[in-house]
């Protein structure tokens, strides 16, 4: 039975995700470094050094700094990662969002966050939707970045519920990685091809029902039951 929700909040809940892609960008571009824009799903959903490691393969760089030196890179994209979301408001929540937010909390579902940002909670303050849930995983507390499951199955256990009572919301491909590998059942938003491995996917937050995505959830749950059954 679906009890609870949890969400990866950039390019989620918001479209802070563009904010990380242009401070990257830009410290790419300091570094002489040309990113493909397939670079962009890469940097999606992994955390800061995982992000930089990315980048410098990119640009060949790999092994070139001190880890002085790569703290001190990660510490300024952040810096104009932080710049840029200094003038967020709940105007910027994706549109679908609030009321999917809305319509989970009537359902007495239980909400997490999943996010490996550690911006994340001030984010969802300044828009305005911190209260709305009931946890938020601490992503320095964890050992792996996705697409590893602990991220999710952290979340999980902060709402005290099993993989098969949960829906994880994500827009990257190893987040979606990582809700599959936590045995959850992953809505994706954005690309069809690049997200193939999400269970139900919309291309964007406008089609996010959760009506469907209950039915969604049922029914696959019911198709599992019966192949265990066979
Ligand atoms: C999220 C974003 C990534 C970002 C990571 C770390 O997962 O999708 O693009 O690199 O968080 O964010 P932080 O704000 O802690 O640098
Ligand atoms: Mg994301």
Known sequence: MLKGLIFDVDGVITDSASYHL???????????????????????????MDSLNVILRFGNQLNRYSSAKLNALAAEKNAMYQQLIVQMTPADILPGMLQLLKDARSAKLLLAVASASQNAP????????????????????LHKGKPDP????????????????????????AGVAAIKAAGQFAVGIGDAQVLRAADYIVPDTRQLKLSAISTAFIRQQIASNDCQVD
């Open 22 to 48: 242009a401070a990257w960008r830009a410290l790419a571009t300091k570094l002489g470094i040309d990113l493909p824009a397939a670079a962009d799903d890469q940097l999606r959903g992994r955390s800061r």
């Open 122 to 141: 001030r984010i969802l303050q300044q828009l305005g939707l911190i209260t709305y849930f009931d946890a938020i995983v601490d992503p320095t507390a």
């Open 150 to 173: 602990e991220i999710y199955v952290a979340a999980q256990s902060l709402l005290k519920l099993n993989a098969d009572e949960v829906i994880s919301f994500e827009d990257a491909s």
